[in-house]
């Protein structure tokens, strides 16, 4: 099992690229009252038939021609489920994947939320082309990242450039810490 849910972001968003996506939609929302953590992860990729979205929770499958098993999806199941917390995937083929996962984080079999701001940071600057939209959001505070926005803003300057990839970094971590202080 991964040992932070950050690395379970990523490992599910690494899917949703290589499933064809333009659009990755992140979701993480604490409830700090109700000891819940629920994550989100939509895309816009190739989507599963019936028959993939069935067997996409077994371990033992995939369809990487690079590895014979799959354990990011089994993981992220795995783990909200040993935590009290419920795990959705729901997917339709040319339309895309959702996978939803529910954590209690009251519960000692919870794993840390870990450093979710290097992970999002990561997959914005190394997935140039997509687009990618990520929501931080705790009790009723909350801020997005959305890439087409700071695109529009910066033009064809890469997100890889020093001072932009600086901003990013500081933009998530100043909203996540603003986001937090309730």
């Known amino acids: 099992m991964l040992p932070e849910i950050s690395l379970n972001v990523l490992d599910i968003a690494q899917n949703s690229i290589k499933a064809g996506a333009s ?10 009252e109700e000891h819940l953590l629920t994550l989100s992860i939509e895309d816009d990729g190739c989507g599963m038939d019936a028959e993939q979205l069935e067997r996409v929770i077994d371990p033992f499958f995939t369809s990487r021609s690079t590895r014979k098993i799959g354990l990011g ?17 729901s997917s339709e083929v040319n339309v895309g994947t ?3 996962a ?5 519960n000692i079999d919870c794993m840390p939320l870990g450093d ?3 992970t999002i940071f990561s997959l914005v600057t190394t997935n140039e082309e997509l687009n990618f939209v990520y929501t931080y959001r705790v009790n009723e ?10 695109r529009e803003i910066l033009g064809d300057v ?12 500081e933009y998530l971590s100043e ?3 603003e986001v937090e202080q309730q």
Do not use: W, Y
Not at 23 to 32: A, G
Not at 102 to 106: A, Q, W
Not at 141 to 150: A, M, V
């Open 23 to 32: 659009l990755v939609e992140i979701k993480v929302s604490i409830m700090r």
């Open 73 to 89: 999806v089994p993981f992220l199941k795995q783990a909200a489920e040993a935590s009290g917390g419920n795990f959705r995937i």
């Open 98 to 100: 959702c996978v939803s």
């Open 102 to 106: 529910t954590f209690h984080t009251d």
């Open 116 to 118: 979710i701001n290097s």
């Open 141 to 150: 505070k909350e801020f997005t990242l959305d890439t087409r926005e700071i």
């Open 158 to 169: 890469s997100f890889q450039n020093g001072e932009v990839s600086s901003f990013l970094r």
């Open 175 to 177: 909203n996540q810490l």
